[in-house]
């Protein structure tokens, strides 16, 4: 699978950007950029073009952990006990801009998503899984028809590599 997404750049136009969501709209508008260059997430986009042009959608991927004791059992007995957290990929943010929302948008940035997390996840960084934390109950409901499982924790969603493998 060729990615459908490149790195957020100056050359993106984000000005005009709406989802519906005030806080993902503010995020890509003015916060994007800066955790970019603090290497705190890395902010993903589809655009009209590739390298600029109006922004369509976006994720954002970071590395996170979650607490041994709150992965699911099944996978739990898998992994060494010593560890007190295992370390998972977050997919912080996913958004797509009202103009283009309901042409499948959100559903192609989650797989691309999915499968970079993949990808990096068996060469680069170790990730036993990816991590959401959904806004509402229409994200829940997103998500969960992928796969992701709710962790007993504030209410983060879980999808593990070997089930994410089996995508590809």
Same mark, same amino acid.
């Given at each position: ?24 709209? =503010? ?26 042009? =109006? ?19 099944? !996978? ?25 929302? %309901?042409? %499948? ?10 499968? =970079? ?7 680069? !960084? ?20 992928? %796969? ?5 924790? =504030? %209410? ?13």
């Amino acid at each position: 699978m060729v990615y459908l997404t490149v790195p957020l750049a100056p050359t993106h136009d984000k000005a005009a950007f709406s989802c519906g969501q005030d806080m993902l709209d =503010r995020y890509l508008h003015k916060q994007a950029g800066q955790d970019m260059k603090r290497r705190l997430s890395v902010v993903f986009v589809l655009s009209e073009e590739t390298k600029s042009g =109006r922004v369509k959608g976006y994720y954002t991927l970071s590395n996170d952990n979650i607490p041994y004791d709150q992965v699911p059992l099944n !996978i739990q007995k898998k992994m060494p006990s010593s560890y007190s957290s295992l370390p998972t990929t977050l997919l912080g943010r996913l958004a797509v801009d009202r103009n283009f929302q %309901g042409q %499948g948008l959100g559903e192609q940035l989650l797989l691309d998503a999915l499968k =970079r997390s993949y990808d990096i996840s068996t060469s680069e !960084i170790g990730s036993i899984a990816v991590v959401v934390d959904p806004l509402d109950k229409t994200a829940v409901a997103f998500y969960a028809q992928y %796969g992701f499982i709710q962790l007993p924790d =504030r %209410g983060r969603m879980f999808l593990p590599m070997k089930t994410i493998k089996q995508l590809f």
